[in-house]
């Protein structure tokens, strides 16, 4: 069946920076583009940063844009998102997507000093 695996997150000081990784399995994953999205406290869900099938990436959210990276492994069915210079505002529950299959359980990133 389609999963998606998250891992990488953590607790980390304002201007740290974290490495998310999502495994994928149960499709044929260099068909689809992929991407991250987060929930934070009481928030709502918004999309990180979307990637192509072919690693091209398409989107990244305005507050994230400079400091947040999204790449793809098709060889290994991963997708990462590098995130540098974090701030408190980022703290939420990270999932990875594949548009049309689904989505992880998320992993928890919390920026705080």
């Known amino acids: 069946q389609v999963q998606f695996v998250e891992s990488g997150g953590g607790l980390v000081q304002p201007g740290g920076s974290l490495r998310l990784s999502c495994a994928a399995s149960?499709?044929?994953?260099?068909?689809?583009?992929m991407g991250w999205y987060r929930q934070g406290p009481g928030k709502g869900r918004e999309v990180v940063a979307s990637?192509?099938?072919?690693?091209?990436?398409?989107n990244y959210a305005d507050s994230v844009k400079g400091r947040f990276t999204i790449s793809r492994d098709n060889a290994k069915n991963m997708i990462y998102l590098q995130m540098n210079s974090l701030k408190p505002e980022d703290t939420a529950v990270y999932f990875c997507?594949?548009?049309?299959?689904?989505w992880g359980r998320g992993t928890q990133v919390t920026v705080s000093s």
């Open positions: 997507y594949a548009l049309g299959r689904g």
């Open positions: 990637i192509t099938d072919t690693g091209r990436p398409t």
């Open positions: 149960g499709f044929t994953f260099s068909n689809y583009a």
